[in-house]
């Protein structure tokens, strides 16, 4: 019954900044992880950022100082903040929610980064 709702995609030009959401809905336990991974044409899907409800954050070295994510647990809705933007950050984005051991998806939202 838990579902993520994505919004924010879009297209940008390099050195913009975009800001994702992912709100989710349904029986959803207070504790958890809630992170933003990306996939590439021709490429593996990655870890871009995760948060849990206590408000630990991990990032993955290419969006170290650039990205920044966020939670408001009360909304069940996590953010990405995406500043400084480059070409190689244009990606399909989803949002992940990870209730231990349970595993849940966003459809994904395409951002574009213009050079």
């Known amino acids: 019954q838990v579902q993520l709702a994505e919004s924010g995609g879009g297209l940008v030009q390099a050195g913009g900044s975009l800001r994702l959401s992912c709100a989710a809905s349904?029986?959803?336990?207070?504790?958890?992880?809630m992170g933003w991974y990306r996939q590439a044409p021709g490429k593996q899907r990655d870890m871009v950022a995760t948060i849990t409800s206590g408000g630990s954050t991990n990032y993955a070295d290419s969006v170290k100082g650039r990205f920044a994510i966020s939670r408001d647990n009360a909304k069940n809705t996590v953010y990405l903040q995406m500043n400084s933007l480059k070409s190689e950050d244009t990606a399909v984005y989803y949002c992940?929610?990870?209730?231990?051991?349970?595993?849940?998806w966003g459809q994904g939202t395409q951002v574009t980064v213009s050079s």
């Open positions: 349904g029986n959803i336990f207070s504790i958890n992880t």
């Open positions: 992940a929610l990870t209730i231990w051991p349970l595993e849940y």
